[in-house]
């Protein structure tokens, strides 16, 4: 079997009403978590990123560090394990 680029996109199943798909991307330092859809589920990949940008300013739980968002995808970093 060829290994893959560490960059490359893992998929990961997922499913929701707007046909979200989600990957797992490693860039070798850092692991991300993508979440593609339609421009439908823009609101709420609004209201994901609001929540998680809410939840780090309580520095009380450990909380992904929110990356990106864009219409029909949002990007997040994975907590370090």
């Not at 893959?4 to 978590?33: E, M, N, Q, V």
């Not at 990123?49 to 300013?57: D, F, M, T, V």
Request: aromatic share 10%.
């Amino acid at each position: 079997m060829t290994s893959l680029p560490a960059a490359w996109p893992k998929p990961i199943s997922a499913w929701h009403r707007f046909d979200t798909k989600a990957w797992r991307i490693d860039d070798g330092l850092r692991h991300y978590f993508v979440k593609t859809s339609e421009a439908a589920a823009a609101p709420m990949f609004a209201a994901e990123a609001q929540g998680l940008r809410e939840l780090s300013a309580t520095a009380v739980v450990r909380t992904p560090t929110f990356v990106t968002l864009g219409e029909t995808d949002i990007a997040i970093a994975e907590l370090s394990r």
